[in-house]
């Protein structure tokens, strides 16, 4: 008997949509966030106001857009995975029905 692989579709659709919902949820509290960080930069002067802007420069917010970028990727992934499964199976199921008759 060979070795059989099974896919739980469903499971891979949750996990897909769910990664897809957390990017989602994330994206506009970074935009949200860019957009009044731009505003109180036009307004506050001082030590503090050099010191934050110095940090944001640094690319204090890349590793958040980075993570957008890696849930977008994850959930495709994920999707091509349960695509790629489906059509192993299919194409299983063909060569099993080629045998038989």
């Known amino acids: 008997m060979a070795d059989a692989i ?13 990664l897809m919902q957390i990017n989602d ?13 731009n505003e109180m930069g036009q ?5 503090a106001a050099d010191k934050f802007e110095y940090d944001e420069s640094s690319g204090c917010w890349h590793p958040f857009y980075s993570l957008t970028e890696t849930l977008q ?12 499964l489906r059509e192993a199976e299919e194409e299983a199921g063909e060569r099993q029905k080629a045998k038989i008759h």
């Not at 949820?25 to 960080?37: G, M, Q, R, S």
């Not at 307004?43 to 030590?47: A, F």
């Not at 990727?73 to 790629?84: H, N, T």
Request: proline share 2%; aromatic share 4%.
């Open 6 to 18: 099974q896919a739980n579709y469903e499971q891979l659709k949750e996990i897909s949509t769910k």
């Open 25 to 37: 949820d994330l994206v506009p509290h970074l935009n949200k966030t860019a957009e009044l960080t």
């Open 43 to 47: 307004h506050w002067l001082g030590e």
């Open 73 to 84: 990727a994850a959930s495709e992934r994920v999707d091509k995975i349960s695509q790629v």
